[in-house]
Each structure stands twice: as structure tokens, then as C-alpha cells.
């Protein structure tokens, strides 16, 4: 099982950008899917989880700016960054708790980097 991130670059203040996280592989079936991210000289950090039905955590810290969503037939997360801020720079991981052969387990992306600067 694979995750592939995409969708990272370098954005302005007050500006979007669209993170997409597709799963592949041996997959039975997915369960939660998120997104987490990680600063220079901080520890990672949750952004937004998502639950096979659908329900979604959103940390403070982005709550109102960010939207996770996912496309399970494409076994596919997305998140929705608006109104970024130059706080919102990081490298930004998928993951997923694949249900799997021989069994499940999390799985990590590569990581996008997000850089909000003028």
C-alpha cells in the first residue's frame, strides 16, 4: 500500500491551495484518512481527520480555514486550505488506516511542503 501526496507549493497570504492524498495498493478497505503537518524545528501536528462515514475533526488552529474531504471510491483524501497564513508553512503528510493483507495498519504519505510567504 501506497499514499502519494500532491497539490504542495508556494502560495500568498490569503491565499488556497488543494492537498490530494490517493491510496493504493492492496486495500481491502479504509477507514479514518488525515492530514498532519509539520514545521521547521516543531513536532507534527494533527490538522483534520475524517472517518469512513464521513465525520470530520478539524484542529483549532485551522478550523474555519481548512476542509477535509475524501472521495472513498478513488480511496482519495483532499484538504481545502483558504485564507493560508505565512503560520500555515510546513511539510504536509496524508495517512490512512488501511484495512489490508495481512492486516491493517496506518500508512504514511511522502509529504507536501506548503510554503505561505509574500
Known amino acids: 500500500v501506497q499514499l502519494q501526496a500532491s497539490g504542495g507549493g508556494l502560495v500568498q497570504p490569503g491565499g488556497s491551495l488543494r492537498l490530494s492524498c490517493a491510496a493504493s495498493?492492496?486495500?481491502?478497505?479504509?477507514?479514518?484518512m488525515g492530514w498532519y503537518r509539520q514545521a521547521p524545528g516543531k513536532q507534527r501536528e494533527l490538522v483534520a481527520t475524517?472517518?469512513?462515514?464521513?465525520?470530520?475533526n478539524v484542529a483549532d488552529s485551522v478550523k474555519g480555514r481548512f476542509t477535509i474531504s475524501r472521495e472513498s471510491a478513488k480511496n482519495t483524501v483532499y484538504l481545502q486550505m483558504n485564507s493560508l497564513k505565512p503560520e500555515d508553512t510546513a511539510v504536509y503528510y496524508c495517512n490512512a488506516d488501511v484495512r489490508t493483507i495481512p492486516s491493517s495498519r496506518v500508512y504514511w504519505g511522502q509529504g507536501t511542503l506548503v510554503t505561505v510567504s509574500s
Open positions: 495498493g492492496l486495500i481491502l478497505s479504509i477507514n479514518d
Open positions: 475524517i472517518t469512513r462515514g464521513g465525520t470530520t
